[in-house]
């Protein structure tokens, strides 16, 4: 099966199909998506800054850093329970937007990130606590999460903005010129 | 004459998106850190702080945050005034602002440098978000009412 004949069949399930159908689930899901986006990237936003030595400096790093991990996993599991059902509902559209798939690219770039850090920089926090000046590969960390999750907020913003030639969309012809679905 | 003027605004097709991303940032890190207030003050996380010092800890970052989205968002309301004007989503949107930045900076504010603590603050604090959430979800309606 094609990732395109995937994302055709996705979107046609009866879930996904409800989803584009109704008027007001596509605007109630994009809201809680951005909910979680807005919340989940205060946490960042604060952890970031408190390993740059910008916020909170008087907290010990580890403190910090422990008390967000949970809330930040909530929310960034609420984001992506609600981007998958926007994205399922209009898979084929998807198939086509490069916007978005330069997001799932930046999103594969943050697992990348958290993956290269979490040994020497999340699980380690409790060594810094005491630094005044935190290790470069720290504050490199920070920025380039900062700026990782802020490409990933203007990609998801630029989705919406790529117009899929409509000729080439099987759901228009099922919606439109047949009469169907 | 007037309408022969251009509207910087909508003088270039990237000027829109590109405040948008900006006014998405500014409301991220100004509601994220103001959720993050209402969170302690429910009990639920940063309990290791307390709640005035999680507001304080915070607070340069909200401000910040909210300018952003002070600034960004008027001029995305500048590109087209009058639709802006006449959507009754942009209407409660607005409502809902004044009303959670007055919330915010007084009685919001007064309990978290207080350190409220029981059920007055878990009131105060569901407000908060409610309100917040309120705006994000009048912001995403503009566009489909």
């Known amino acids: 099966m094609s990732l395109l004949s995937f994302a055709q069949w996705i979107q046609s399930t009866d879930l996904f199909t409800a989803v584009r159908m109704s008027w007001y689930a596509y605007p109630v899901i994009l809201t809680l998506h951005l909910c979680g986006i807005a919340l989940l990237g205060g946490m960042v936003l604060m952890s970031d800054l408190r390993l740059l030595g910008m916020a909170m400096r008087e907290r010990p790093v580890s403190d910090v850093i422990g008390q967000l991990r949970v809330p930040k996993r909530i929310f960034l599991t609420l984001a992506v329970l609600c981007g998958i059902l926007l994205a399922g509902a209009k898979a084929e559209e998807y198939y086509y937007n490069p916007f978005f798939w330069t997001k799932m690219s930046i999103l594969a770039l943050i697992a990348i990130h958290a993956l290269v850090f979490r040994g020497s920089v999340f699980k380690k926090a409790a060594e810094f606590d005491r630094m005044k000046k935190l290790p470069g590969r720290v504050r490199f960390a920070a920025a380039s999460s900062l700026f990782l999750w802020g490409c990933m907020v203007c990609a998801g913003r630029a989705i919406g903005y790529y117009d899929v030639p409509i000729d080439k969309l099987h759901a228009f012809f099922l919606r439109h010129a047949w009469g169907m679905g | ?145």
């Open chain 2, 1 to 145: 004459m007037l309408i022969e003027l251009a509207n910087p605004i909508v003088e270039s097709p990237l000027t829109f998106p590109v405040l948008e991303c900006i006014h998405i940032l500014g409301f991220a890190f100004s509601i994220g850190t103001i959720a993050m207030v209402d969170f302690r003050l429910m009990d639920l996380w940063m309990t290791h702080q307390t709640p005035s010092q999680v507001a304080r800890d915070v607070a340069p970052w909200t401000l910040f945050g909210l300018g952003v989205m002070l600034v960004s968002g008027p001029m995305l309301f500048a590109s087209d005034p009058d639709m802006y004007y006449l959507n009754r989503s942009f209407q409660v949107k607005m409502v809902l602002l004044l009303l959670a930045i007055v919330f915010h900076y007084t009685i919001h504010r007064k309990a978290a440098l207080s350190d409220a603590a029981g059920a007055r603050a878990k009131l105060i604090a569901s407000v908060s978000l409610a309100l917040w959430v309120g705006v994000i979800a009048g912001g995403i309606f503009i566009a489909f009412v």
